[in-house]
């Protein structure tokens, strides 16, 4: 026999009221509402409708990722970069937040085949940074409220050392292999060819000077890991998503997480602006002097440094195009974004831009100074241990510190070297520190040298924003080296990413170098900091530096500093 079962019944009117109001008793509704309306009532706004819309939505829940995108986009020179994107749960919706890139920075890239083989490999990295967004970093990161930097921030530094100690393990293991049996060797360390070869060097030369020092070969720098530039690329797309969450634009957001709370007054950094490129990759034979900078007089406006530096640039091309006095033949923009011209000694383009301030009324030394950024690591032939400052001109360490001595003895505006030695010349960062006093400041390239030893005679160094730097990371090393100049990359700067010049001022550093004044990598930037320095200034909250800070200029003479840094 079959049982019929009896239809449920339906819902009254009734009892739809009567669980509508206990889901309103339980979530406070009534209380809510009332409150609300009193606002309402006090307030009296002309737009009702968006009063009360933004009055519950500043009761809303508080967003939280949701979600992450890679994609793989296009750098300033055509070659791929990765882009992340954050999602968010907003008021029940997800909504697209920010998108945020950083530089991915490889190394220098001198021939034909280097490019090729690099392009290869810059493919390879970025579709490994696509798949670890898209993948366990969306997994890692989902639900994390993303004000929490510091945590969002250590997520992202785990998993990528995770990923490189796996990576390095490999490495490890493929250089193990590839030894003979007989051929007892450090893995994961620094070659040791360069310096076999110039032991043998040694021993077979006619006279042994036994106080001549063996060549210290170059250490190796760490390999670049694969998918890297997803780390810093989506620590910065969350730290632009907090800022707009809280409604603070990123200077002030990155400021509030350094200091606390945001500070009173914030100074606009000095804008550092490379006028010529005599490096490796220039025309010329010289290559010495990968950019002569700018350091404008303390106090300018952004605008007024820019076209200050635009009036110079304009007249070097004058001077290049109407006069064999320069000795140039050939000028170029680079990827610095400045002239980059053919020249054989490194006299000759300070010559030009001496010229240049001359007759455009400019005193140097007085309203311009420069500093010299000499990338020297990148010019060291290791069969030799030797710097080829210029094309089959080589020149030993020692040599190179009388070269420097001489262009600062006849150049008294340079006062900052950058990366004038290799790390390994220790006993030349010194000398040269001790030759020129508190004249010219030196400055070390710390990018991928984090944990390294102080070098002796250092007033700074440089850091770039690149690869798996995290936002915390910059604040980290902020703080603990004060005094420090922000320096974007030379190569593979977004297009469109203008964050730099908010991270240089919501820092505090002191200096910032975007590059030369071509390109709309650079210019994005220039402008976004000149919108930054009219805003604090409308908001009168801009504080006006009369003096240069530290590391370029030393206000304590004879101390030699150790414990300023500069980030590049």
């Known amino acids: 026999m079959s049982h019929q079962e009896r239809p449920s019944r339906v819902p009254t009117e009734e009892d739809t009221r009567g669980a509508a109001a206990e889901f309103y008793r339980a979530n406070g509704v009534p209380q809510l509402v009332e409150r609300a309306l009193n606002e309402l009532f006090f307030h009296e706004p002309r737009d009702v409708n968006g009063y009360l819309a933004n009055y519950f939505t500043n009761l809303s829940e508080p967003p939280r990722i949701s979600g992450l995108k890679g994609r793989e986009v296009y750098d300033a020179r055509g070659q791929l970069s990765i882009e992340a994107e954050v999602f968010c749960i907003v008021c029940n919706k997800e909504k697209s937040m920010s998108s945020a890139a950083v530089s991915s920075h490889f190394g220098p890239i001198v021939t034909s085949l280097e490019r090729k083989i690099m392009s290869q490999e810059r493919a390879n990295h970025m579709m490994t940074a696509t798949q670890w967004i898209n993948g366990?970093?969306?997994?890692?990161?989902?639900?994390?409220?993303?004000?929490?930097?510091?945590?969002?921030?250590?997520?992202?530094?785990?998993?990528?050392?995770?990923?490189?100690?796996?990576?390095?393990?490999?490495?490890?293991?493929?250089?193990?292999?590839?030894?003979?049996?007989?051929?007892?060797?450090?893995?994961?360390?620094?070659?040791?060819?360069?310096?076999?070869?110039?032991?043998?060097?040694?021993?077979?030369?006619?006279?042994?000077?036994?106080?001549?020092k063996t060549f210290c070969p170059t250490e190796s720098p760490e390999p670049v890991l694969r998918g890297s530039c997803a780390i810093g690329s989506v620590s910065l797309a969350v730290a632009q998503t907090a800022a707009k969450i809280q409604g603070l634009p990123l200077y002030k957001y990155i400021a509030a997480l350094k200091n606390r709370k945001a500070p009173a007054k914030f100074p606009i950094p000095v804008s550092l602006v490379t006028l010529l490129s005599c490096g490796k990759t220039s025309p010329g034979k010289l290559s010495l002097l990968e950019e002569v900078i700018l350091i404008p007089k303390a106090g300018q406006r952004v605008k007024q440094i820019i076209t200050m530096a635009l009036g110079i640039q304009k007249e070097m091309m004058r001077i290049i195009s109407t006069s064999t006095k320069a000795g140039a033949t050939q000028a170029m923009l680079c990827d610095s974004g400045a002239l980059a011209v053919t020249y054989e000694r490194p006299e000759q383009p300070l010559d030009l831009i001496t010229e240049a301030c001359s007759n455009s009324g400019l005193a140097l030394g007085t309203d311009i100074h420069l500093a010299l950024n000499c990338a020297a690591p990148e010019l060291m032939d290791c069969s030799k241990g030797k710097y080829e400052v210029s094309t089959g001109v080589l020149k030993s360490p020692d040599e190179l510190v009388d070269i420097y001595r001489t262009l600062i003895t006849k150049y008294p505006a340079v006062v900052a070297l950058i990366d004038p030695f290799r790390r390994e010349d220790t006993d030349q960062w010194e000398k040269l520190s001790n030759m020129i006093g508190d004249s010219c400041s030196l400055l070390s390239d710390l990018t991928y040298k984090l944990k390294a030893p102080p070098l002796s005679g250092v007033r700074g160094h440089i850091l770039k924003h690149v690869n798996e730097t995290t936002v915390s990371d910059l604040i980290s090393i902020t703080s603990e080296h004060q005094g420090s100049v922000l320096m974007g990359a030379a190569r593979s700067e977004p297009c469109s990413d203008d964050s730099l010049s908010d991270i240089a001022v919501g820092l505090g550093h002191g200096y910032v170098k975007l590059g030369g004044l071509s390109g709309a990598e650079r210019m994005t930037k220039y402008n976004r900091l000149i919108s930054i320095e009219e805003e604090l200034a409308k908001q009168g909250i801009l504080l006006s530096e009369e003096k240069h800070p530290s590391p370029l200029f030393s206000d304590t003479p004879q101390e030699k500093s150790t414990t300023a840094q500069s980030t590049v």
């Open 136 to 212: 366990p970093l969306i997994n890692m990161l989902k639900g994390q409220n993303p004000c929490d930097q510091s945590d969002v921030d250590l997520i992202l530094s785990n998993f990528f050392m995770a990923r490189f100690l796996e990576e390095k393990d490999v490495w490890n293991k493929e250089n193990e292999e590839s030894r003979s049996p007989s051929e007892p060797g450090e893995l994961f360390s620094s070659p040791r060819s360069a310096e076999a070869k110039d032991n043998k060097i040694v021993k077979k030369g006619k006279k042994s000077n036994t106080s001549e």
